[in-house]
């Protein structure tokens, strides 16, 4: 258990005192380099932001799926928030892959180590682009009462935002989940306790996100790219996010970014890397390696 004095302690880094915006991924590791931390450290770079890690758990996966997957133990992820938090210092935070009740119940005691006011950007990250399960049942409960109640926005997607609408009950505003719209899953959502959500457009007929800050309805519109490559879209989305509100942004400027960067990412996702679904592009590698301009 963290005690006053050192939260106190821990804190006490300013951002004044940084020469770079700081960000902070906890979330899973994944071995192809897709998604999880390895997606987030891109999008960190992206945006123009030093990005720091805390690895919930590790999997082995590569664009095919994920073959094993192996949880980090609880104290070491509190430890390495505290490593960070008490030498660097965090700007803002991305909280990914947790995994397990265990894992969820470290990253709560860890978030206790921020300074107060520190975004806080939740990506529910709960199945895998390739079908695998990536958080555990009982942690679903646990994820919202101990981190979306918290976060300061929570990106779900469609299909995230029916499991977190399902954790307020099965029949929201006269329906069951199941037929609510994303205006009614937005709020829905927001009802968790979080300041704002953004619900991503990747699995609507029509790419657009929605934004709800409790008074505000914004869309975000964008184009699909059904040729592209998807595999860590929305944590390049949620990273670019809290990248831009370490940065100053505010939400909505913030939302417009991390939107027009993940999908341009998916666009020209790397689609010849791997048998399955290939990472999502958001360095211009592709670009890089043609020889041509990259204008990030």
């Known amino acids: 258990m963290v005690t006053a004095a050192a939260v106190l302690s821990l804190a006490a880094v300013s951002a004044s005192s940084r020469p770079i915006?700081?960000?902070?991924?906890?979330?899973?590791?994944?071995?192809?380099?897709?998604?999880?931390?390895?997606?987030?450290?891109?999008?960190?770079?992206?945006a123009g932001v030093h990005g720091t890690t805390a690895i919930t758990a590790l999997t082995a996966q590569n664009t095919v799926g994920v073959t094993r997957v192996e949880a980090v133990s609880p104290a070491m992820i509190v430890a390495?928030?505290?490593?960070?938090?008490?030498?660097?210092?965090?700007?803002?935070?991305?909280?990914?892959?947790?995994g397990s009740v265990a894992s969820t119940e470290a990253v709560a005691e860890a978030l206790d180590l921020l300074a107060d006011g520190t975004p806080i950007v939740v990506d529910p990250v709960m199945v895998a682009e390739s079908g695998a399960r990536l958080l555990e049942p009982d942690a679903q409960r646990a994820l919202v009462e101990l981190v979306v109640a918290r976060a300061t926005v929570v990106t779900p997607n469609v299909p995230e935002a029916r499991v977190l609408a399902g954790e307020v009950g099965r029949d929201v505003e006269g329906r069951d989940v199941e037929?609510?719209?994303?205006?009614?899953?937005?709020?829905?959502?927001?009802?968790?306790?979080?300041?704002?959500?953004?619900?991503?457009?990747?699995?609507?007929?029509?790419?657009?996100?929605?934004?709800?800050?409790?008074?505000?309805?914004?869309?975000?519109a964008g184009e699909r790219h059904p040729e592209g490559s998807a595999h860590g879209s929305g944590c390049t989305h949620s990273a670019t996010l809290a990248a831009r509100l370490a940065l100053g942004d505010d939400l909505l400027a913030a939302a417009r970014e991390a939107k027009r960067v993940a999908s341009d990412a998916v666009r020209d996702g790397l689609r010849g890397l791997g048998r399955g679904a290939g990472p999502v592009d958001v360095l211009g590698l592709a670009a890089k390696v043609r020889g041509e301009p990259v204008g990030l």
């Open 179 to 220: 037929g609510l719209d994303v205006e009614a899953l937005a709020r829905a959502v927001h009802a968790l306790g979080p300041g704002a959500v953004v619900v991503t457009g990747g699995h609507r007929d029509e790419a657009v996100d929605l934004v709800f800050d409790g008074e505000r309805l914004v869309e975000i």
């Open 80 to 98: 390495q928030v505290r490593a960070v938090v008490d030498d660097i210092g965090v700007d803002a935070v991305k909280i990914g892959m947790l």
């Open 21 to 46: 915006p700081v960000c902070l991924s906890i979330a899973g590791s994944d071995s192809g380099g897709g998604a999880g931390i390895q997606a987030d450290l891109k999008a960190f770079a992206r």
